[in-house]
């Protein structure tokens, strides 16, 4: 099956009833925003660890609500509304949460590298050193000499390298990305074998977000040079650039060219599993 195929479909799903799509994407975003409520705790001292309750809830959110928006979508490539009660629905709750569960233990073991030096990062930052090996100097020197005797080419370069150890993870969503679509339709196995594909449209579809990614670029340039400038200077302690407008320019854009976008993205991995199910059902 052709990509091409996956992204007319997908297009024309999206953009069939604009106010289905539009409330769709609300209701996505509500009940992620009900993962992060919690987090309100954090502004009384005493009930701080009430924040602990989003993990919680993202768990017992998240899971059921992305295999309920794979069925709408599924349907929605046969015709029907994208916007749908179903999206709510708690039918097979059980089987959608533990689906669930798997997907992230899965995600984790792809993003273990990237959390082990996180980890390790950390416990040099906040922890205590070893002199020549991890004291705070012999790690300024190793940057130093990874940007050729330049602090802030080698914090680039540093930074640029801890972004690369994520990059497993990104396959790791691309490569499972057709399961819960699969699930969808049925469970019958559609992805194994075309498994290739399915990771090509997975990253096809992050071409949705360039809009928003070049925003964001202009935007927070400035910003993030001088917090490159603030990293390479750490020994003075961490000192985060003021956003001030930028940071409300930001939020606008994430809103009128990312929230719009993600569905489209979700649309083309749906419309490709689809597509591959076609005259197997």
């Known amino acids: 099956m052709k990509i091409r195929d996956a992204w007319k479909r997908a297009w024309a799903v999206y953009r069939r009833s604009p106010s ?19 987090l309100l705790f954090l502004a009384e001292p ?19 609500a992305r295999a309920n928006a794979a069925e709408v979508m599924q349907a929605a490539c046969r015709g029907k509304r994208l916007f749908s009660t179903d999206l709510v629905s708690f039918r097979h709750y059980g089987a959608k949460l533990w689906q669930g569960v798997k997907m992230a233990l899965l995600l984790l073991l792809w993003s273990a590298p990237a959390i082990a030096l996180s980890l390790w990062l950390w416990r040099i930052y906040a922890g205590e050193t ?8 012999t790690l300024l020197m190793t940057v130093s000499r990874l940007g050729g005797g330049d602090m802030v080419t ?28 699969e699930k969808a339709l049925g469970g019958r196995r559609v992805v194994p ?28 340039a400035d910003t993030a ?10 020994s003075g302690g961490l000192k985060l650039p003021p956003l001030g407008a930028k940071l409300y320019l930001l939020i606008g854009a994430a809103v009128v060219l990312l929230l719009p976008a993600i569905p489209l993205r979700s649309l083309l991995t749906a419309s490709h599993v689809h597509n591959l ?5």
């Open 193 to 220: 074998g075309n498994r290739g594909g399915v990771v090509l449209c997975w990253l096809a579809g992050l071409a949705c977000y360039l809009p928003f990614v070049a925003a964001a670029g202009i935007l927070g």
């Open 225 to 234: 040079r001088a917090l490159i400038h603030s990293l390479a200077n750490i």
């Open 154 to 181: 080698g914090m680039v370069y540093a930074v640029l390298m801890y972004l690369a150890v994520w990059l497993p993870l990104v396959f790791g969503l691309a490569f499972h990305s057709g399961r819960r679509h």
């Open 277 to 281: 199910w076609e005259g197997r059902e």
């Open 130 to 137: 070893v002199v020549g090996q991890t004291d705070f100097f």
């Open 20 to 38: 289905d799509t539009c409330l769709f994407v609300l209701l996505e975003a509500v009940l992620r925003l009900m993962v992060c409520t919690p």
């Open 46 to 64: 005493g009930l701080r660890w009430g924040a602990l309750l989003c993990p919680v809830l993202f768990l017992l959110i998240v899971p059921p």
